[in-house]
């Protein structure tokens, strides 16, 4: 169990909306101040003032920028210096998901959900580490991830199913690699999140439909209670938990029928 009092700042992406919106204000209830990153500077304003109205009486700060251009994660360790701030925790939520099937993909719609599902925070990963050896301080990433990670293929979703492959992998390999290599004041935590409803992005009408589905409220509540818990590997839900172990077994065939009559309907 973590100490609350030795708490400082957590960096959220995407933290204005959604789930990072919720995350956001779950790690605001455990005493953490917040650095929420996103594109839009109002949406970012507006939770910061939400959250502030709770009276948890935290700092918060905000910078908008875009994830996508490589600049960015060289000036969010800018902004981190030049506000003196002690960034204890990542969390990777921004993302994309697009309903689109492998022969539909476009060119351009790859790239960008390239960017945003696996550069993006594999980057920030990378900065945070280089930021905390300079530093020579401890701290933690949070990933949110999918349970996309543990089936077979995805009739709809291939795109970005095997982008979170990608962060999930390449998040496994730093960890062993910085391990093996004898430094061990990083600790990654991945999160692998089964159907949410009033995300507002493409999947939240499946979402509706599909058994064990979370709010986003709910679902930020048991990630942050398990982190805070200490559990490296964090499956929010009973029904999603049989998912994560599942999934694997499941014949491919079945599990794509499956997937197109759930995404069809």
């Given at each position: 169990m973590k100490n609350n009092k030795d708490l400082g700042y957590a960096l959220v992406t995407g933290g204005a909306k959604g789930i990072g919106r919720a995350l956001s204000e779950e790690l605001a209830k455990n005493r953490f101040n917040l650095l929420l990153i996103g594109r839009d500077q109002v949406a970012l304003d507006t939770a910061k003032d939400e959250i502030k109205l709770k009276g948890y009486h935290i700092d918060i700060q905000t910078l908008s920028l875009?994830?996508?251009?490589?600049?960015?994660?060289?000036?969010?360790?800018?902004?981190?210096?030049?506000?003196?701030?002690?960034?204890?925790?990542?969390?990777?939520?921004?993302?994309a998901s697009k309903l689109e099937r492998s022969s539909e993909l476009k060119i351009e719609g790859i790239y960008q959900e390239t960017l945003l599902d696996l550069i993006a925070p594999v980057s920030l990963m990378i900065k945070y580490v280089e930021y905390l050896k300079t530093n020579n301080l401890v701290g933690e990433v949070i990933n949110i991830n999918s349970l996309v990670v543990r089936s077979k293929s995805h009739p709809v979703l291939s795109l970005y199913r095997s982008l979170k492959i990608g962060l999930d992998d390449l998040s496994k390999e730093l960890d062993k690699d910085l391990r093996e290599n004898g430094y061990i004041n990083l600790d990654i935590y991945n999160t692998y999140l089964g159907a949410i409803t009033g995300t507002g992005i493409a999947t939240a009408k499946v979402a509706d439909k599909s058994p064990g589905k979370l709010t986003t409220n709910e679902v930020a509540k048991i990630i942050v209670k398990e982190y805070m818990s200490g559990n490296k590997v964090i499956v929010p839900g009973f029904i999603n938990k049989l998912a994560y172990f599942s999934s694997p077994l499941v014949p491919d065939f079945i599990a794509r029928n499956s997937l197109r009559k759930l995404y069809k309907d």
């Open positions: 875009d994830l996508t251009n490589i600049e960015s994660y060289s000036k969010i360790f800018e902004f981190v210096k030049e506000n003196n701030i002690s960034l204890k925790l990542v969390v990777n939520n921004a993302g």
